[in-house]
């Protein structure tokens, strides 16, 4: 048996007049401590100084166990670490522990460096120190540091809201990729490598994706936000929203005196602010893209402007906070999700679901915390702002933290594409999405979808101008060959499948080009042009 260290610190209360610090039984090893602590939150940790935390945990813990996500085009070997008391090395294990499983993703933009940092803290304190009990009833699957090329491209300029502080970031990308805009096309060697031995090997119940905002100065030390429901099963976004995150934003505030509340942006210019507009819908987000598979997930973001210490220890307390819930609640969680799943595979054939959504506001306006700003005139006679130094609340802001759909589609029972489309069928494999084969030449009642034309958007996504589908649906008859693809729409990633297959979906495989080359030429040739999948219904 191995060591276990018992480290208790601070139990800290603010009504207290000061925080009592009780001796540790024995001091942790230089090797357990990150490069941010080490450094006073000079420098953040490189991915070598990861795997040496990492190396130096798992030394003293039968509790650990690594395997791979992926080897990078640099040579980067990223581990995947699950902690688990009794330990597990397999999924098959986790799944007869009937514990629920927890996934906690840091550094997927390379420049946002905290939750790297903010889960090798937590796994130290789970392992070896107050926070055991969060294994009692949870299998914890981390990945600290999942774009792990970008955040070795350190420089001191790629993170200017930071306000050098840590004095050096890597980059957003991965050699050009945003990881989070390919959730739905999967084109970076790290997407790939999450679904196949993340989202299908330990099939996480929770999914937690740790960022750093861009700048909008609001008041909060974080901000969070649900895996947004579109074309899903609405119960696990809305337990996420409606119960979830109230309670963890509840209990920072009442442990550390921490301001965390909804993601989401103002215009300064309209102060007092009367709208906090969050930012996309679409499952190319990897938090979005959860809803889609019943799972549930948060989206983190801590607070650009404040120093980096403070940025960690907001990411910190955040995602123990997830894990107490997850501690109490993840069975409730379980059965959420796998209820989820047996509605999604049984759902009702000619149904209209949505394809393409907007913004609209929650039910209730929230309480905003924010810098004030203050208006002057300027020296050109316009009207400008100053950022003040006080924190004020703005009562009564509409929370627009919720999607409508704005157009549908009818839910088909299958989906059918020949076998010439091959490719189409290893992407929806990639996916975790089961492909079959007609095993003889088979007629179906449904629709194809006519093509008039193709609207391309005005900005590129990851090197993509994207295309938006025009058309219109017609019943037809049609006889596919032995051998041709079918995907058959009873299972649980059925509402996956709808986004990724329906022609006019707003983030499906044609919004990312994946037809252009067979219906541009047709289109050009004759004016119109047919989707390539059939509808079964
Ligand atoms: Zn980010």
Same mark, same amino acid.
């Given at each position: 048996m191995k060591p276990r260290y018992c480290l208790r610190l601070a139990a800290f209360c603010l009504g207290c007049a000061s925080a009592s610090v009780q001796a540790a039984d024995a001091l942790l090893p230089a090797? !357990? !401590?990150t490069a941010a602590e080490r450094s006073d939150y000079v420098r953040t940790s490189t991915f070598a100084e990861v795997i040496a935390v990492l190396d130096a945990l798992q030394a003293q813990s039968e509790l650990l166990h690594r395997e791979r996500l992926l080897l990078t085009r640099e040579g980067r070997d990223v581990p995947i670490v699950v902690l688990a008391d009794p330990p597990v090395t397999s999924p098959e294990q986790a799944q007869a522990s009937e514990k629920p499983v927890i996934y906690i993703q840091g550094n997927i933009h390379g420049g946002e460096v905290e939750g790297k940092e903010a889960a090798l803290i937590l796994m130290r304190d789970i392992l070896f120190g107050d926070k055991q009990h969060l294994l009692a009833n949870q299998i914890l699957v981390f990945v600290p540091i999942y774009n792990a090329d970008g955040n070795d *491209? !350190? *420089? $001191? $300029?790629?993170? /200017?809201? %930071?306000? +050098? =502080?840590?004095?050096m970031t890597g980059v957003r990308t991965a050699h050009g990729l945003d990881l989070n805009r390919d959730g739905m096309i999967i084109e970076a060697d790290e997407t790939r490598a999450l679904m196949r031995n993340?989202? %299908?090997?330990?099939? /996480?119940d929770l999914f937690v994706d740790l960022h750093t905002t861009n700048g909008t100065w609001h008041g909060y030390s974080l901000t969070y936000a649900p =895996? +947004?429901?579109? *074309?899903? $099963? /609405?119960t696990t976004s809305e337990f996420t929203s409606d119960v979830l995150l109230p309670t963890i934003a509840q209990a920072v505030q009442d442990k550390f005196a921490l301001d965390f509340g909804w993601y989401g942006g103002f215009d300064y210019r309209d102060w007092p602010p009367t709208e906090l507009r969050t930012y996309h819908h679409a499952p190319r987000y990897l938090t979005n893209q959860m809803a889609l598979r019943n799972r549930m997930a948060i989206l983190s973001e801590t607070f650009s402007h404040d120093r980096f210490y403070k940025r960690v220890h907001a990411a910190n307390v955040f995602i123990e906070e997830i894990l107490e819930f997850t501690h109490v609640h993840g069975q409730e969680i379980r059965r959420l999700n796998r209820a989820a799943d047996a509605r999604t595979a049984q759902q009702t054939v000619g149904a209209e679901k949505g394809v393409a959504f907007t913004m609209v506001p929650r039910e209730e306006p929230l309480d905003l915390l924010s810098y004030r700003y203050i208006p002057f005139a300027a020296e050109d006679g316009t009207t400008d702002f100053a950022r003040s130094s006080e924190l004020v609340v703005i009562e009564g802001v509409a929370n627009y933290n919720a999607f409508e759909p704005i157009r549908t589609a009818a839910f088909p029972s299958a989906y059918v594409f020949s076998s010439a489309f091959a490719g189409l069928a290893d992407k929806l494999a990639q996916h975790g999405i089961h492909v079959g084969q007609l095993e003889a030449d088979t007629t179906f009642t449904g629709q194809v979808y006519d093509v008039t034309g193709i609207a391309k958007q005005d900005y590129q996504l990851n090197g993509h101008s994207n295309s938006l589908l025009q058309g219109e649906f017609r019943s037809v008859s049609r006889t596919y060959s032995r051998g041709d693809y079918i995907v058959d729409m009873s299972n649980r990633l059925a509402n996956l499948i709808f986004y990724l297959l329906e022609p006019e979906s707003d983030d499906g495989l044609a919004f990312w080009n994946a037809f252009d080359e067979i219906l541009e030429p047709a289109l050009d040739a004759r004016g119109d042009a047919e989707y390539p999948i059939f509808k079964v219904l």
């Open positions: 090797t !357990m !401590m *491209a !350190m *420089a $001191d $300029d790629n993170r /200017p809201n %930071q306000e +050098y =502080s840590p004095l993340v989202i %299908q090997r330990w099939d /996480p =895996s +947004y429901h579109t *074309a899903g $099963d /609405p």
